[in-house]
């Protein structure tokens, strides 16, 4: 008897324009008809491309999904410089060569220094969040659809700080732009909380759940989770320059609460392997992980905020090759053992 597809749930990191390389992970995992993605939590660009993802699946299977995931960032790579307000970039072409040169030398570049002395609030009647247009163009109708893998969307309460995972009906335009709103570049976004009845203002889901596992361990998901990581963990040199230094302090805050997570469950599974934690409700989460860390370290905050399609191109690729790689390596374990080692995330 031939046994169907190795169901797996996804969780899509957020960094801005590196997310392409989740795109490429993603394209390579719908070629593969051994695999079905069941359910995805993402954060920020992983939860445009969880949008996008699911909503190709429910309406025409992988190649449908594979299809809007390109489309998608072919609109993302036309956006350009998400760091200024369009009606600015009429006025500063001229600046934009001395950009490079500046942020060697400076603490700020001049564009992101403009985000430091200007609120996207004082933008007044011009102010629209660049991304916009991109995600109101999907059809939440199928990002909501009850049929196709379950889709959890991470943002930031502004208010408590607190996280607030959106799924279901729930999910729409407004809470993708929430969970990529990054407060210096983007105004809140605001959305009705059901309990209170309050409209609540929503930052970058990155800020408390990059993205957020737990979700995925419902009974009705699968074992395996695929964290898919475009921010790297590890550097090997220390941050000299000032925006080596700003690089590294976002890197190791939007990675924080991921680790968090990781922590919980290797100390949950060491207790459930010594016989101390035991019951029928446990469930045994099998992790793995896809991500280029040699890639990413030659990136910085400047390419997440300013793609180019020949970036996004080459990230998509390096992302097809790192999954193909893994689905190589790790396709006998899918279902059966954790490939990814809980014991770095320690140290």
């Keep these: 008897m031939m046994s169907g597809p190795v169901r797996i749930n996804v969780a899509l990191q957020g960094g801005g324009a590196h997310g392409a390389y989740t795109w490429g992970v993603l394209d390579r ?3 593969d008809q ?3 993605i069941a359910g995805i939590s993402g954060t920020s660009a992983g939860a445009l491309n969880g949008a996008a993802l699911k909503a190709g699946l429910v309406t025409g299977g992988r190649d449908r999904a594979r299809e809007l995931l390109e489309w998608v960032w072919t609109q ?5 410089d998400m760091r200024i307000a369009a009606w600015m970039a009429a006025i500063l072409p001229a600046a934009l060569p001395l950009r490079r040169l500046a942020e060697g030398y400076a603490a700020l570049s001049p564009l992101d220094l403009m985000t430091r002395i200007f609120s996207p609030y004082a933008y007044g009647p011009f102010y629209r969040n660049p991304l916009e247009r991109v995600v109101q163009q999907l059809d939440f109708r199928d990002v909501c659809a009850d049929c196709g893998p379950k889709l959890f969307i991470c943002a930031t309460n502004v208010r408590t700080g607190k996280l607030r995972v959106f ?3 729930e999910l729409s335009s407004d809470v993708v732009l929430a969970s990529a709103c990054l407060p210096t570049l983007f105004q809140a976004v605001e959305i009705n909380d059901p309990v209170t009845g309050l409209n609540e203002a929503y930052w970058d889901g990155g800020y408390s759940a990059n993205p957020a596992l737990f979700p995925l361990f419902a009974p009705d998901l699968p074992d395996d989770i695929v964290v898919i990581n475009i921010n790297p963990w590890r550097r090997e040199a220390l941050p000299i320059s000032p925006q080596e230094i700003l690089n590294r302090i976002n890197e190791i805050s939007f990675n924080s609460s991921l680790l968090r997570e990781l922590r919980t469950i290797a100390f949950v599974k060491k207790m ?3 016989g101390s934690l035991a019951g029928d409700g446990i469930k045994n989460l099998l992790l793995h992980m896809i991500s280029d860390d040699v890639m990413m370290t030659g990136l910085s905050s400047v ?3 300013a793609p180019t399609p020949i970036l996004l191109h080459q990230l998509k690729e390096a992302g097809r090759t790192a999954a193909d790689s893994f689905l190589r390596d790790n396709r006998r374990h899918l279902g059966k053992l954790s490939t990814m ?6 140290k």
Aim: proline content about 0%; hydrophobic content about 40%.
């Design 29 to 31: 995992l719908l070629e």
């Design 34 to 36: 051994g695999i079905e």
């Design 76 to 80: 993302v790579g036309a956006v350009g």
């Design 167 to 169: 799924s279901g009906n």
């Design 272 to 274: 459930m392997a010594d």
């Design 303 to 305: 390419t997440k905020l």
């Design 341 to 346: 080692n809980l014991g770095h995330v320690d």
